[in-house]
């Protein structure tokens, strides 16, 4: 966030959103607040060989797609092979195959599409594609920031997390396994492992389910 755009209001709100939302946190004036600035990364390049360990973490998570590429769009890559997945396109092998040309040309439409140059990619060229990829809700998963989201666009029904580590993004196609729990929260953001270990704002109190559908109604006679 511009350091202009930073207030007191958007502090807090932030403080009280990374919170579980069934805790009670209680502000007083013993309370001390440390503002840390760190710049925001951007991806572009192929992943790293320094980085052994990560490079074997993630080949071990069955919720990551790794992008490889030698150009600097891995951002907008990682976009047509969430998108290919989500849909179920029926060409969603080859979009994943980086040795095969769909995918490099479905990326390079995309970025001429959304009016994006090619080149690496931070939080402002995510919001331009976000801006064309209005039907999906972008969101971003941060290395840098201990595996923080540190971008998510307008809620939608179909949903795209990409991680963003060492200059590169790669898609996540399962959050709770990412995050090594057995749920998560598209709400609220948040992965648990048992439904009382979270309650969302959105949830009926009695099932604990967000939109709870209604069955029935029954009517009072007074």
């Known amino acids: 966030m511009p350091r ?4 007191t209001e958007r502090v807090l709100a932030e403080f ?3 919170i579980q939302s069934n805790r009670h946190f209680h ?3 013993s309370v001390d607040v440390n503002v840390v600035h760190v710049e925001m990364p951007h991806g572009g390049t192929g ?3 320094a980085e052994i360990n990560l490079e074997t973490h993630l080949m071990k998570k069955r919720s990551i797609i790794r992008i490889q590429n030698n150009d600097q769009i891995c951002l907008a890559r990682a976009l047509v092979v969430a998108k290919a997945k989500i849909e179920n396109d029926s060409r969603d ?3 994943r195959n980086p040795e095969r040309p769909l995918q490099t040309r479905l990326a390079r439409e995309l970025h001429q599409n959304a009016a994006v140059p090619l080149g690496p990619c931070g939080l402002d060229e995510v919001k331009q594609f976000q801006t064309y990829l209005s039907n999906y809700q972008i969101n971003i998963v941060s290395k840098d920031h201990q595996n923080a989201l540190i971008y998510t666009g307008p809620d939608q029904e179909k949903r795209i997390y ?3 580590h060492d200059n590169h993004y790669d898609v996540i196609t399962k959050m709770p ?4 729990r057995k749920k998560y929260c598209h709400t609220c953001k948040k992965a648990y492992d048992h439904r009382e270990d979270h309650l969302c704002p959105n949830a009926c109190k009695c099932c604990r389910f967000p939109d709870c559908p209604i069955e029935s109604w029954v009517h009072c006679n007074d």
């Not at 202009?4 to 207030?7: A, M, N």
């Not at 396994?177 to 090594?180: C, E, K, L, V």
Request: net charge positive; glycine share 4%.
């Open 162 to 164: 990409l991680y963003l």
């Open 4 to 7: 202009e755009r930073l207030t």
């Open 27 to 29: 502000l007083d004036d």
């Open 16 to 18: 009280e959103r990374v």
């Open 177 to 180: 396994g990412f995050f090594a």
């Open 47 to 49: 992943t790293k060989r």
């Open 93 to 95: 092998r080859q979009i």
